[in-house]
């Protein structure tokens, strides 16, 4: 196991002053699939109180109000967690009739498989992932052939144009000790379990959903103002 302290700073600034605003940040990671977290927590500036709860999707959200005069919001969310080394692929799963089979058995499933706002699929992707499914691959060895053609939604919407069950996941990828991340996603398949296609990288996994619009890291509700500039700084070190 890898453990990583992540340090998550998000900011959203006003263009005014406002004395009302509702929070939710989408920021701390959960126990599971590869990795375990032995700590976690956010401070908000200005101070309030904090709620904590697991979302529909299984992302744990930190919520807050406020009720004083401000213009802007920083949220830094720490976190411990020990990642397991990357490993390969263990076979194949289902194929694709049995996932096809499972799929209207399962709501979370018949969720993962449906058109979504921002996960839309391009005839072109959709194209390359029939044509690799006709010469005999698997559902995993597609999900990875189409991870080099498009970016995460672009290839979340093509795999569930082919009937497969793909949700988006935001983490953190981590490259070296003390170095700044920017904040990615990536997507998972089914096909008996959730998994993605082999990658390089450690990651720690943060939030999972149907597209982006739920893993918003910090998503406000302002009276009052126009505009809010967000801006996120994530820092990964490896601890010995």
Partial sequence: ???????????????????????????????????????????????????????????????????RSHSEVRVVAESVVDVAPRQRQA????????VTLAIPTRVGLLEQVAPSALAVASEGLVAAGQAAKDRGASIIEVAAELADRGETHAVTGALRALGVPTRVVTGYSYAGDGEDAVPTSWYEIWDGSWRAPEHEQLRVRVGRGRDASDLVWLHGLVAGVGEIERRDTVTLVEEN
Avoid: C, N
């Avoid at 939710?24 to 908000?44: C, D, I, K, N």
């Avoid at 500036?45 to 919520?63: C, E, H, L, N, R």
């Fill in 1 to 67: 196991m890898t453990r990583i302290r992540v340090r998550h700073v998000a900011t959203a600034r006003y263009d005014g002053e406002a004395t009302i605003a509702h929070f939710e940040a989408r920021m701390l990671p959960t126990s599971g699939q590869g990795q375990f977290v032995l700590q976690s927590g956010v401070e908000v500036t200005p101070a309030t109180s904090v709620q904590t709860y697991i979302d529909y999707w299984g992302t744990k959200v930190s919520a807050f109000d406020l009720h």
């Fill in 91 to 98: 076979g194949s799963g289902l194929d694709w009739d049995a």
